[in-house]
């Protein structure tokens, strides 16, 4: 939720919570009584609602706080942009450390992920992995003079 908005909202819901000078000018005891009881009923729900509110204000302003110190660390610059794109810029230089991560892999193994997505190029290398070490295990295997006919 945008701040601004949950400052305006607040503003609202503190002006309805308290009495207008026409609620307070009602000729009649019958009238002052009932108004009076009224603004209570709506003064607790009121109070609640705000209280929410607030609750939600400070949650908001603790997720910028962490967002703008994670940017930070990454060296975004994050002047004049709102949550949503900070959160956005974070994703995208995730992505691109995860990429980098994996082509260092896919090099080490000796394949190509051109063209594939992270999940693609991570199912990829983990097979290429798992093929390795079965290939290691089964050469191993020969050496100690182990058979592996049974294996396959």
């Known amino acids: 939720m945008n701040d601004k908005i949950m400052v305006g909202t607040l503003s609202v819901m503190m002006m309805l919570a308290t009495p207008t000078s026409a609620q307070a000018q009602v000729a009649s005891d019958t009238k002052v009584t009932y108004v009076t009881e009224q603004v209570n009923n709506k003064t607790s729900h009121q109070t609640l609602a705000i209280a929410r509110l607030k609750a939600q ?28 794109q900070i959160k956005r810029q974070l ?60 294996m396959k």
């Open 91 to 150: 994703k995208t230089v995730g992505h691109a450390k995860q990429r980098a991560t994996l082509q260092t892999q896919a090099k080490v193994l000796k394949l190509e992920i051109t063209g594939l997505t992270n999940d693609q190029a991570r199912t990829k290398i983990k097979a290429a992995e798992r093929a390795n070490t079965i290939t290691h295990l089964l050469a191993q295997a020969k050496t100690l003079g182990i058979s592996t006919s049974l």
């Open 57 to 84: 204000a400070k949650k908001v302003s603790k997720e910028s706080e962490v967002l703008r110190a994670q940017a930070k660390v990454l060296k975004i610059d994050t002047t004049g942009l709102t949550q949503d």
